[in-house]
């Protein structure tokens, strides 16, 4: 079966670094991405990995390991404004815009 | 990236009605997707809207109950039919970024339409 796994829920304080992991399981694997979705909102797009390693995009960074079907994002320097959802999703085929999400982590940032 | 425009942004129904989701591009993309968001979920692919044929459905969902319209590059439109108070959801039009003609296989979200059936 096709199944994404993440924490559902976490908590941090500002200022800190959190790491939110992911691991998946797709018949198909052309890439993970990462999304940002405060509540009422549509998700934003954050990261996209397709080849193992880190990727950095200023406070955020997103890492792949395809042989161990693993991705985490780590979110340095939290500020309040980072409270929201974040949603693991892979793409479970080669068709194009067929994301397969997992349910979310909601991070909470406190003072 | 792709600006992606929704209306209605939300909307609350009857039981029994339908109402129609239309999605705006601010480019021309070849394939649009719709997604549903149920209250406390994850995104869920209800369908893929090619221009010029018709669309292709996920496990679960069926052309009467969620028809889509595709009559250009740049606009697609999602029905829900019949509703009933499962069918309370957020729904997003989403668009791959392209640069080029390549494929970036970023995937951008519209802002949403939240619908609310009493």
């Known amino acids: 079966g096709q199944n994404i796994d993440q924490p559902t829920e976490m908590t941090a304080t500002e200022g800190a670094i959190v790491q939110i992991n992911c691991t998946y399981q797709?018949?198909?694997?052309?890439?993970l991405f990462w999304y940002q979705q405060h509540a009422g909102e549509a998700p934003t797009f954050l990261s996209y990995?397709?080849?193992?390693g880190l990727e950095e995009k200023g406070r955020f960074s997103s890492f792949l390991s395809r042989s161990k079907g693993y991705s985490y994002l780590l979110l340095k320097e939290l500020q309040m404004k980072d409270s929201a959802s974040y949603l693991c999703?892979?793409?479970?085929?080669?068709?194009?815009?067929?994301?397969?999400f997992g349910q979310g982590t909601t991070l909470q940032v406190k003072p | 990236s792709a600006v992606i425009s929704q209306k209605p942004s939300r909307d609350i129904c009857q039981r029994g009605t339908s109402l129609t989701i239309q999605c705006q591009v601010d480019?021309?993309?070849?394939?649009m997707f719709w997604y549903r968001q149920q209250p406390g979920q994850s995104l869920t692919l209800i369908a893929t809207?090619?221009?010029?044929?018709?669309?292709?459905?996920e496990s679960g969902f069926v052309i009467d109950k969620f028809p889509i319209s595709r009559p250009n590059l740049t606009f697609s439109t999602l029905t829900v039919s019949n509703m009933s108070p499962e069918d309370s959801s957020i729904y997003l039009c989403?668009?791959?970024?392209?640069?080029?003609?390549?494929?970036?296989?970023?995937?951008?979200f519209g802002e949403g339409s939240r619908l609310t059936v009493l």
């Open positions: 999703a892979a793409y479970g085929s080669s068709n194009t815009g067929k994301l397969i």
């Open positions: 990995n397709v080849l193992d």
């Open positions: 989403s668009v791959e970024g392209v640069q080029g003609h390549a494929n970036t296989g970023e995937l951008f």
């Open positions: 480019s021309q993309v070849t394939m």
């Open positions: 797709t018949s198909g694997f052309n890439g």
């Open positions: 809207a090619n221009q010029g044929s018709e669309a292709t459905y």
